[in-house]
């Protein structure tokens, strides 16, 4: 993946230059901001990438919109470096790898859990409990809602994969039966 070692580079940059976990965080939760609105907004892409748009107006416009935003000059300072590098296409890529780097960082888990019926606060808190113990990390999860599960519960995260689902199981159980047969 030619994109994810071109785009490391910044990643380290950025990480290195936050003064703080805080400070990390909160650049890294603006950094992703950036890209919610460049996907809701595909003109952003088409001005921040285009080479019809001079290099100094690019910036200027960027300035004020990051003031307005009350973004950290860092932040800034990285976009331009992007733009400036003809870097800035690889930035959905360099936005996942600092993700990453920052759940690293601040031992962070994500993952989702799905099931086949909504599951309570208290269903939540003990399976987010569990994981915690399991990986020594702050889990953050997203609770999905499955009806085709038929029942029981998937779990994934970046390194870990449960899958307690009664679909899994009468597969598992129509292929042992498959076997038998053969």
Same mark, same amino acid.
């Given at each position: 993946?030619?994109?994810?070692?071109?785009?490391?580079?910044?990643? /380290?940059?950025?990480?290195?230059?936050?003064? @703080?976990?805080?400070?990390?965080?909160?650049?890294?939760?603006?950094?992703?901001?950036?890209?919610? @609105?460049?996907?809701?907004?595909?003109? #952003?892409?088409?001005?921040?990438?285009?080479?019809?748009?001079?290099? @100094?107006?690019?910036?200027?416009?960027?300035?004020?919109?990051?003031?307005?935003? !009350?973004?950290?000059?860092?932040?800034?300072? #990285?976009? $331009?470096?992007? #733009?400036?590098? !003809?870097?800035?296409?690889?930035?959905? @890529?360099?936005?996942?790898?600092?993700?990453?780097?920052?759940?690293?960082?601040?031992?962070?888990?994500?993952?989702? $859990? /799905?099931?086949?019926?909504?599951?309570?606060?208290?269903?939540? /808190?003990?399976?987010?409990?569990?994981?915690?113990?399991?990986? /020594?990390?702050?889990?953050?999860?997203?609770?999905? $809602?499955?009806?085709?599960?038929?029942?029981?519960?998937?779990?994934?995260?970046?390194?870990?994969?449960?899958?307690?689902?009664?679909?899994?199981?009468? !597969?598992?159980?129509?292929?042992?039966?498959?076997?038998?047969?053969?």
């Amino acid at each position: 993946m030619a994109s994810k070692s071109f785009m490391m580079p910044y990643v /380290e940059a950025f990480s290195g230059l936050c003064d @703080s976990d805080e400070s990390f965080a909160q650049g890294v939760s603006q950094m992703e901001s950036l890209l919610e @609105s460049m996907v809701g907004t595909p003109l #952003l892409k088409d001005f921040m990438c285009s080479p019809a748009v001079d290099k @100094s107006t690019r910036e200027e416009v960027l300035s004020k919109a990051f003031k307005k935003a !009350n973004f950290q000059e860092l932040v800034y300072k #990285l976009i $331009v470096m992007m #733009l400036r590098k !003809n870097a800035f296409s690889h930035y959905p @890529s360099f936005v996942s790898l600092l993700r990453e780097a920052a759940d690293e960082r601040l031992g962070i888990v994500r993952g989702t $859990v /799905e099931t086949a019926v909504g599951l309570n606060e208290d269903a939540q /808190e003990k399976i987010e409990d569990i994981l915690k113990d399991l990986t /020594e990390k702050t889990p953050e999860l997203s609770f999905l $809602v499955k009806a085709e599960l038929l029942g029981g519960m998937r779990l994934k995260t970046k390194d870990i994969s449960i899958d307690g689902t009664i679909r899994r199981k009468l !597969n598992d159980a129509k292929l042992a039966l498959k076997s038998k047969r053969a």
